[in-house]
């Protein structure tokens, strides 16, 4: 099973990026799907999840209003577009992904499946 995050980048405060998930999971659509993020020095923290359907959605305090998850579940890939960018949203970001989560999966270890994360910087 492979989930590949790619989208990250160097971008200036207030701007926006679209990070992707591409993934090879069988039954894709089954699968409850999330966003971590990690900053140097700090454990990994929720960012934002999506339910298998797409019927609900989730968001960590600190982004919400500012970021958008969705999926397509046609093409196995899930999405995360970041406006608004603040200097702490700087880190790497994770995606993740499990076939038994519920609505209310919000910690690491709620989730068995994880891409290898790309960086996102935010300049001030």
């Known amino acids: 099973v492979q989930l590949q995050a790619s989208g990250g980048g160097l971008v200036q405060a207030g701007g926006s990026l679209r990070l992707s998930c591409a993934t090879s999971l069988s039954a894709f659509s089954l699968y409850i799907m999330a966003w971590f993020r990690q900053a140097p020095g700090k454990e990994r923290e929720f960012v934002a999840l999506?339910?298998?359907?797409?019927?609900?959605?989730y968001y960590a305090d600190s982004v919400k209003g500012r970021f958008t998850i969705s999926r397509d579940n046609t093409k196995n890939t899930m999405y995360l577009q970041m406006n608004s960018l603040k200097p702490e949203d700087t880190a790497v970001y994770y995606c993740?992904?499990?076939?038994?989560?519920?609505?209310?999966?919000?910690?690491?270890?709620?989730?068995?499946?994880w891409g290898q994360g790309t960086q996102v910087t935010v300049s001030s």
């Open positions: 999506i339910t298998s359907n797409a019927a609900t959605t």
């Open positions: 993740a992904a499990d076939r038994y989560g519920s609505s209310s999966a919000r910690a690491v270890g709620n989730y068995a499946h």
